[in-house]
């Protein structure tokens, strides 16, 4: 076999194991390692969300005068029973529950999958999934 269909082989087993790990973790578990994979690079938005409390709440809105923050919550889905804000692509607020956000989480398992496989070192992944990692490649 040539390097690359080795190094394709390889690939293919790691990310099998990453995803047996992510399967066994709680969905908050899994939704830090989302965090861990696309708080920097700010591809998945979903992973940007605040607890929605006053205290969260004034931080985000801080040097926004009544004006922007009426426009803010004109355009926005917004419920105070929910348990999280985030804001959308065109910056309004909406609000999600925790189900809500650990089902979106779960909606991008495959791209989650993918960053794991890319740095496992880079994850706290359990010794039993490293070292079958590790036999792999």
Known sequence: MTKRLIRTANNAAVEK????????????????????????????????????????LEMALNGMNNIDVFNLGRNSNFNWTDDYFRFDGYGNIETMTESMLYNECHEYIR???????????????????????????
Not at 22 to 45: I, K, N, P, T, Y
Not at 111 to 137: H, K, N, Q, T, W
Request: aromatic letters at 10%; charged letters at 35%.
């Open 111 to 137: 791209d989650i999958v993918d960053c794991v496989a890319r740095d496992y070192e880079g994850f706290d992944i359990p010794s039993e999934y490293m070292e079958r990692i590790e036999g792999v490649l």
């Open 17 to 56: 194991i990453v995803r047996e790990w992510l399967d066994s973790v709680s969905d908050d578990e899994l939704l830090q390692v989302a965090r861990q994979c696309f708080s920097e690079d700010g591809s998945c938005d979903f992973v940007d969300v605040y607890d929605l409390d006053e205290s969260e």
